[in-house]
Structure formats: C-alpha cells, structure tokens
C-alpha cells in the first residue's frame, strides 16, 4: 500500500513547493511508493483524513492559517515543517517588529495606487503576530532552508518511507 502523503501552503512564496518539483526525475521513483492525496499539486479541495505525511510550507500569519493548520494537524500522522517560514517565521515574520494595523494601512493605503482602503471581507484576518507552525501545533520534523534544496527534500521523504526518522543537521542551514 503506497504512503498517503500531502503538501499544504499557509504563509509562504510557493518556492518551498518549487522545491519540491526540482526532485525532477526522482519524483516519477517516488511516485510508486507515494500516493500524493492533497495539495497545490493536486484539484483535491477537501483535506483528507488519515495522511500518513504532511509537509507544509509557511508561517501562520492569519486566522485562515492557523485553522487549516489545526484541521491538518489533526488527521496527519508525521508532520513537517518545510522550509524556514514554516520552521522560524521567517520572511513574513518581518512584520511582527510593526503593529498588525500599521502593516494594513502600509499595504493597503499608502501603497495602493488604487481602491486605497483596508478590506473587511474576503481576505482573511491577520493574526496579531506571524508565528512558526510548531507554535501552534506540534511539528514532527523539520526541514530548515529557504527554501530547502530538492536533495535535502528527497533525503526526508525516502527516509519517512523507509520508517526512519531523518537527521538533518548536517544537511541544512538556515536562509539556504
Ligand atoms: Fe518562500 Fe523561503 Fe518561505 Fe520557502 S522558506 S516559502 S522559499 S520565503
């Protein structure tokens, strides 16, 4: 029975995803051995029950983040933290040195060339704070880099399938 793995995308710039595609060729090997149930990659809306894997790129920078990563956590059995926003805050954790009202009235107003205005509906509530994943749910492994290069990607996964829980210290650094 082939491992149900996932791949989900809070506060993030999709390179940790980009990432994942540069396992190029290797992907077809792991394609046998993994059934890949949700995603970016996939038309899947629904996230589903019993996921063996979830990696997940990005920090939670709002209140869409936080319950996606909540529900995920809740039905995935091995979760990772891919790549540094996920595992520090990083990027997008930038804005935490300003008061979440300040950064909507720099983005939305004196930024905006037009419509200037902060919006109440259809994009979600930032969070006071852009926090790591494993501040608010428990993270299983984690995967520094910025993003994580293909090599280190394909290391964790052959490893997780092999039932092995994978040491990365000297694979990865921060930022590269
Ligand atoms: Fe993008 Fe880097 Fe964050 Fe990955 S870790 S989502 S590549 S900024």
């Given at each position: 029975m082939k491992t149900r793995v996932a791949t989900t995308w809070l506060g993030g710039c999709s390179g940790c995803h980009m990432s994942i595609l540069d396992m190029d060729e290797r992907l077809f090997n792991l394609a046998d051995k993994i059934e890949?149930?949700?995603?970016?990659?996939?038309?899947?809306?629904e996230f589903p029950e019993n996921v063996d894997i979830t990696l997940v790129e990005g920090s939670v920078d709002n209140v869409d983040n936080e319950e996606k990563i909540c529900h995920v956590r809740g039905r995935t059995k091995i979760l990772v933290s891919l790549g540094d926003c996920a595992v520090?805050?990083?990027?997008?954790?930038?804005?935490?040195?300003?008061t979440k009202d300040s950064v909507l009235q720099r983005a939305?107003?004196?930024?905006?060339?037009?419509?200037?205005g902060i919006p109440d509906r259809m994009v979600p509530l930032l969070l006071p704070v852009v926090r790591p994943v494993h501040s608010v749910v428990k993270v299983d492994l984690f995967v520094p880099g910025c993003p994580p290069s293909a090599d280190v990607i394909h290391f964790a996964l052959t490893e997780l399938l092999e039932g092995r829980m994978p040491n990365l210290t000297s694979l990865t650094r921060f930022g590269k």
């Open positions: 890949l149930v949700y995603g970016p990659l996939t038309d899947v809306k520090t805050g990083n990027v997008p954790s930038m804005r935490n040195q300003f939305y107003v004196e930024q905006a060339t037009l419509d200037k």
